[in-house]
């Protein structure tokens, strides 16, 4: 039973190029979290979707940054035109369907972003 | 928004000692949940306590929760040098699903 996978594993990227951070989340959850990690600080939310849709995006910046978790593939995060400010970890995360916020949310291994 | 802070922020101790971490946050949760993550590695979930729930155990490890303080200390108990890694609590609370994460605990266990 594979856990969330997330890939690439590092990814280096110039100044004003994209980036897309790919995440399929385990097998039978429906709901996909992004987060952030700058070095040395914890995780920040960005994004939470289910399947084809957008449930809370509070998180993510107003500009370059968006989000998709279509009916069928992994879920992409995408940044346009990249700066070095966005260079951090992105991890995904899963939890199953339905329930309250009790749900345990499983992580993936993380994108690893470096923008020169 | 509300924010899970660790302390301390960095813990050294002699393999088989005991290590404590608190958290802390400020608002109403319904849940909180421990985190490790080694370096440069994602993060594994350790436990989940809710809301309405006072101590949990899962092997070495022991969480407590004092809501009236909105506090949380993680115990491992004879710890190991495979236990070195940042160690984050992390809170769910209302309708919202994301979690908020700490700082985190930095701990070293020295062999």
């Known amino acids: 039973n594979a856990g969330v996978m997330q890939n690439p594993r590092h990814l280096v990227r110039r100044r004003g190029q994209e980036a897309r951070l790919r995440c399929s989340p385990m097998?039978?959850?429906?709901?996909v979290y992004w987060y952030r990690q700058l070095p040395e600080e914890g995780l920040k939310f960005m994004v939470y979707?289910?399947?084809?849709?957008?449930?809370?995006e509070s998180g993510m910046p107003k500009e370059r940054f968006s989000a998709e978790f279509p009916k069928e593939g992994p879920s992409i995060l995408r940044i346009q035109q990249v700066v070095r400010g966005d260079s951090a970890a992105y991890f995904c995360?899963?939890?199953?369907?339905?329930?309250?916020?009790?749900?345990?949310?499983?992580f993936g291994p993380g994108t690893r972003l470096t923008v020169l | 928004s509300q924010q899970g802070e660790e302390d301390p922020q960095a813990l050294s101790i002699q393999e088989g000692e005991n290590a404590t971490m608190n958290c802390s946050y400020k608002?109403?949760?319904?849940?909180l949940q421990w985190y490790r993550q080694n370096s440069g590695r994602g993060l594994v979930h350790l436990i989940l306590?809710?809301?309405?729930?006072r101590e949990k155990h899962s092997g070495r490890l022991r969480v407590t929760l004092d809501t009236s303080k909105k506090s949380s200390s993680l115990l491992i108990t004879a710890s190991r040098a495979a236990d070195t890694a940042s160690y984050f609590c992390?809170?769910?609370?209302?309708?919202?699903?994301?979690?908020?994460f700490g700082s985190g605990t930095q701990l070293t266990v020295l062999p």
């Open positions: 995360a899963s939890s199953i369907a339905g329930g309250t916020s009790y749900n345990e949310q499983f």
């Open positions: 097998k039978g959850h429906s709901h």
């Open positions: 979707l289910q399947k084809e849709n957008i449930i809370d």
């Open positions: 608002t109403s949760i319904n849940n």
């Open positions: 306590i809710r809301s309405n729930e």
């Open positions: 992390a809170t769910g609370s209302g309708s919202a699903r994301q979690l908020t």
